[in-house]
């Protein structure tokens, strides 16, 4: 099946820092990418879809300015998550979907945000 | 908006038995997918089976099969002759059929195999 990586696995921050997670589909183009949010033991939470070359849609209740997404080629997405405070630490998986066919979902491996 | 329900918090089934893991959606539309992910320890998500509304036969993997009834809006997950390498979250998800929306999740099912 197709791969999606996602760096770095885990990240630790302090407070008010920024910190980058990025998303690639390493074998396969993908015009669509999405980004989760899972808190411990909880279910997987749509937080914006990323689509190649325009601005990110953000569900409702996501802070724009604080979750940048960029998804500046048809491979990578970047999730920037801005002035970081304890409480954004969580676990943020990204998926990748297939430009082509079938238009399957692939998921990243996730990256675990800890600020401290 | 869409909605995935599990009312199973946590399952326990034992070896080599099989176990049915329910979920049900609300949607007032009739293009859709819905799919069943399995989250192990590892965090990473892997499709374990998905089903295209427009098709009556139930979709089947090897030991994983779903139950799907479109006008009760249901659609359980059964593991045949479960193993110990099947212990994980399992989470009902739905899909709209134009694929331009993220999966909405249900809250996950926690499946446990006594050995």
């Known amino acids: 099946g197709a791969v999606v990586s996602q760096h770095p696995s885990r990240v630790i921050c302090k407070s008010g820092t920024s910190v980058k997670i990025e998303c690639r589909s390493l074998?396969?183009?993908?015009?669509?990418m999405f980004w989760y949010r899972q808190f411990p033991k909880q279910s997987l939470m749509l937080m914006a879809t990323s689509n190649e070359g325009s601005k990110a849609t953000y569900e409702q209740g996501v802070e724009k300015d604080k979750f940048l997404i960029n998804h500046a080629s048809l491979t990578l997405s970047t999730l920037t998550v801005t002035s970081a405070h304890p409480e954004d630490s969580s676990f943020y998986i990204c998926?990748?979907?297939?430009?082509?066919?079938?238009?399957?979902?692939?998921f990243g491996e996730g990256s675990r945000l800890t600020v401290l | 908006a869409q909605t995935v329900t599990q009312s199973q918090p946590e399952m326990s089934v034992q070896e080599a038995e099989t176990v049915t893991l329910s979920c049900t959606y609300d949607?007032?539309?009739?293009?859709?997918?819905l799919f069943w992910y399995k989250q192990p320890p590892s965090r990473q998500m892997i499709l374990v089976i998905r089903q295209e509304a427009y098709k009556q036969q139930n979709a089947t993997e090897n030991r994983f099969s779903v139950n799907f009834q479109k006008a009760a809006k249901s659609f359980s997950l059964k593991i045949s002759d479960s193993q110990l390498g099947d212990a994980a979250m399992y989470f009902c998800a739905y899909r709209s059929g134009g694929g331009a929306d993220g999966l909405t999740f249900g809250k996950g099912t926690h499946l446990i195999i006594q050995p």
């Open positions: 949607t007032s539309e009739s293009d859709y997918y």
């Open positions: 074998d396969f183009q993908a015009t669509t």
């Open positions: 998926s990748a979907r297939l430009a082509t066919g079938t238009g399957e979902l692939f």
